[in-house]
């Protein structure tokens, strides 16, 4: 059986795939409804399309072009398979898959490449990046195509346009970060399209859109937590947090103290502060 459950949608969706299915299990035949770039994260299964045949194991990209059959096989691997799979809408699979040397292309062996890239999707998908997961999606796909077709991204400097573009974006995204904002809302704003959005602002800014949100969000959140007397929760939900714990645990993260703990260093307690983000004493 296989279970699939949707991490996000919009331009770039992304899908987190179980299969508990094992040898002995009869294959049948599925259709790719749209492009996709799948990560297989665990497990084992063949993968059969276009007349052609590979065996998937964990690190393997599976290429998936709209209208192709396909089939699974279970033979060599009793504890199933996972995958963590990208669909692109029609317009950027174009754009991203439209090279004529991918068009017959199903699959990758496992590349140190795109491992890395796929492990990052992961802990976007998990919640342990600051990467969003549609920005991780474009830059595994972007990956893809560069090692897929033997070519390399742009290296030019930005030009003066992309770099008002950036500005243009991050100001729209700080005025409006309490808002739920996605890529595809900046990349408009900007009036870029996704993949060259998303490339654009990381070259001018240093920062992938979403880490400059979620950091637009830290430092409101820190503002709040030092001026007021305001609850952590109510805080996390006006500075456009939809989840306490993912506040609480980002804010961690990036403090190195919990909101709580910030909120009595800021009201005095200065020592406290000074004794968390202090460097370990040499024995």
């Known amino acids: 059986?296989?279970?699939?459950?949707?991490?996000?949608?919009?331009?770039?969706?992304?899908?987190?795939?179980?299969?508990?299915?094992?040898?002995?299990?009869?294959?049948?035949?599925?259709?790719?409804?749209?492009?996709?770039?799948?990560?297989?994260?665990?497990?084992?299964?063949?993968?059969?399309?276009?007349?052609?045949?590979?065996?998937?194991?964990?690190?393997?990209?599976?290429?998936?072009?709209?209208?192709?059959?396909?089939?699974?096989?279970?033979?060599?691997?009793?504890?199933?398979?996972?995958?963590l799979s990208f669909q692109l809408a029609p317009e950027l699979a174009e754009a991203i898959s439209g090279h004529r040397a991918l068009r017959r292309l199903t699959n990758l062996p496992p590349l140190p490449?795109?491992?890395?890239?796929?492990?990052?999707?992961?802990?976007?998908?998990?919640?342990?990046?600051?990467?969003?997961?549609?920005?991780?999606?474009?830059?595994?796909?972007?990956?893809?195509?560069?090692?897929?077709?033997?070519?390399?991204?742009?290296?030019r400097a930005a030009s003066a346009l992309e770099r008002r573009r950036a500005v243009r974006a991050a100001l729209y995204m700080d005025e409006y970060s309490h808002r739920e904002i996605?890529?595809?809302?900046?990349?408009?704003?900007?009036?870029?399209?996704?993949?060259?959005?998303?490339?654009?602002?990381?070259?001018v800014l240093g920062v992938t859109p979403h880490q400059y949100l979620l950091r637009s969000r830290l430092r409101h959140a820190a503002r709040l937590l030092a001026d007021g007397e305001r609850s952590v929760t109510d805080i996390a939900y006006d500075v456009g947090f939809g989840d306490l714990s993912n506040f609480v645990r980002t804010f961690r993260r990036a403090a190195g103290v919990s909101p709580r703990e910030f909120r009595k260093a800021a009201k005095g307690e200065r020592n406290f502060l000074q004794e968390r983000l202090a460097p370990p004493r040499p024995d």
């Open 113 to 155: 490449e795109m491992m890395v890239m796929g492990e990052l999707a992961q802990a976007a998908a998990e919640g342990r990046s600051d990467v969003g997961l549609d920005e991780a999606g474009l830059m595994f796909a972007g990956r893809f195509v560069e090692i897929a077709t033997g070519t390399r991204g742009e290296t």
């Open 182 to 203: 996605g890529l595809e809302d900046t990349a408009r704003e900007a009036g870029l399209s996704l993949h060259h959005f998303l490339r654009s602002f990381t070259k």
């Open 1 to 83: 059986m296989v279970t699939a459950t949707q991490l996000s949608g919009g331009a770039v969706a992304a899908v987190d795939y179980r299969c508990d299915a094992g040898p002995g299990e009869a294959p049948y035949p599925e259709w790719h409804g749209v492009f996709s770039l799948s990560y297989v994260r665990k497990g084992s299964f063949g993968y059969a399309a276009q007349g052609r045949n590979a065996e998937m194991v964990a690190g393997s990209i599976l290429v998936g072009h709209a209208g192709d059959e396909f089939m699974c096989t279970h033979d060599h691997h009793v504890c199933g398979d996972e995958c």
